[in-house]
């Protein structure tokens, strides 16, 4: 082109670009409708009225594997009630509990191989028998104790704290990271009860508050809220909501989900409204948080207890669910979840985290190396806001996105990170920005050198090696 001569414009161009095969099929093909409960036997002659009523779900909420049962028939059959009954022996961290709405969300023509039923109630043959605990496993994984401000106000990050109101749930999961504090005793655990009364712990956590400005966020969790009766949490969350510097507050509720009945209450929802609508007046975000692991938990009763919340202005209703191998460490199994979420309940997809390292976990836990797949398998699939972050919660660091490791020893599988922030138990410690803190993979994951490496530490340590 000369000086003086008129650009030219780009020639035709052919299209090229066209749907092609990938690792998840959208549409989603899952039919969304509610699970017909009549088709179990304890539940034939339930009725609508009583099936949407938060205290029917309640009543009939399965505590013993005799119950379970007698809600499943012979959808529950012998060896697999003897697999159960052997782990609540031997090997459950946390005691059986489960509403019919659970129940319901399950696969019961092959319960064996279900994956609500293999982390809401787990069987001893699916837990690992060469390695069923790291030998860096705890009770209090995250150790949150340690980072008590007051008993139940663990203040872990510099802006942020978390208040557990509670230790008890509507449900109880088989992989609970707060199974040290969270639900009734079982056979190998017993649980650390709070020793200050309720009310006195409330009244502490929230004097804290008022005297720590920095805090702007809290988490009210426990436990879980739905476990608490609509007037108290009302007021715990109206308190924290005359705190001039307390900007956002989450209430964390596996209940959303494990018993949507619950959210769909009159007396709730008129509670939970004043909370939103002085939430908004201050200027303040107030959201939930819930947890979901697979699809088929995703109901239309759940969708509408999630509409109820986001209609009385909520900011959000977001999911953070958990790596569960055999429930769903596959990118078409956390696809479809994310998309059920955002198509069906308008939740958001927000984190998964790695399974926690409490005692009896390893078959349900993932490498670093394997989380780090997942999250750049789901890559570019969904809208960016509503992208998962897959974490890994580093005891005494905090969550990090997975692929934030500092370095990591794939042989004995132990990642190293650090931190950027002190906690009060670190004010004077002046190597707290320079540690590596480990963090460890599953021994079966690593190869026979790794392998070998933990079992040469467990001898040393005077333990008997695995078989």
């Not at 031997?90 to 019961?108: H, I, K, Y």
Request: proline fraction near 6%; include cysteine.
């Amino acid at each position: 082109m000369t000086e003086h001569s008129a650009p030219e414009r780009p020639g035709h161009r052919e299209t090229k670009a066209h749907a092609s095969e990938q690792v998840f099929h959208y549409p989603l093909e899952r039919e969304f409708v509610e699970p017909d409960w009549t088709r179990l036997p304890g539940y034939r002659e339930v009725t609508r009225e009583q099936w949407e009523s938060a205290q029917w779900q309640r009543a009939h909420s399965v505590k013993n594997l005799v119950e379970l049962k007698r809600a499943f028939g012979d959808f529950l059959d012998d060896d697999l009630y003897e697999d159960i009954l052997r782990d609540q022996q031997e090997r459950a961290t946390m005691s059986m509990l489960l509403p019919p709405q659970m129940l319901n969300t399950m696969q019961v023509d092959d319960l064996r191989s279900d994956r609500v039923r293999r982390y809401m109630a787990p069987a001893y043959s699916e837990r690992r028998i060469d390695w069923p605990n790291h030998p860096m496993a705890s009770r209090d994984s995250l150790h949150e104790a340690d980072m008590w401000a007051v008993e139940g106000l663990t203040h872990r990050y510099p802006t942020k704290v978390l208040a557990e109101l509670l230790s008890t749930c509507p449900q109880y999961c088989g992989h609970c990271t707060r199974m040290d504090l969270v639900g009734n005793d079982t056979p190998q655990f017993l649980k650390y009860k709070f020793e200050i009364k309720q009310q006195e712990r409330w009244d502490a956590m929230l004097d804290y508050l008022r005297r720590t400005p920095s805090v702007r966020d809290v988490v009210v969790s426990g436990g879980d809220v739905a476990n608490l009766p609509i007037k108290r949490l009302e007021s715990f969350v109206s308190q924290l909501l005359d705190i001039g510097n307390i900007r956002d507050i989450r209430l964390a509720t596996k209940g959303l989900m494990g018993i949507p009945q619950h959210f769909l209450q009159t007396e709730v929802l008129e509670g939970l409204e004043r909370l939103a609508t002085k939430a908004n007046d201050r200027g303040v975000d107030l959201a939930v948080h819930t947890h979901v692991n697979t699809a088929q938990q995703i109901t239309p009763l759940v969708a509408r207890a999630v509409k109820a919340l986001l209609d009385m202005g909520f900011r959000d209703v977001r999911n953070q669910g958990v790596l569960l191998r055999g429930v769903n460490t596959t990118p078409a199994d956390l696809l479809e979840l994310c998309f059920t979420l955002l198509d069906h309940a308008k939740v958001m997809p927000y984190y998964f985290y790695m399974c926690d390292m409490i005692p009896n976990s390893e078959h349900w836990r993932t490498s670093v190396a394997e989380a780090q797949d997942l999250q750049h398998a789901i890559m570019g699939f969904l809208p960016g806001f509503a992208t998962p972050r897959v974490v890994c919660d580093v005891p005494f660091v905090g969550k990090r996105w997975v692929h934030q490791v500092e370095e990591y020893d794939r042989i004995n599988g132990i990642s190293y990170w650090t931190k950027n922030y002190r906690t009060g138990i670190e004010y004077d410690d002046p190597e707290a920005l320079e540690r590596r803190y480990p963090y460890y993979d599953p021994i079966y994951t690593l190869p026979e050198e790794g392998q070998d490496y933990w079992r040469s530490q467990q001898v040393h340590e005077g333990e008997l090696a695995p078989a």
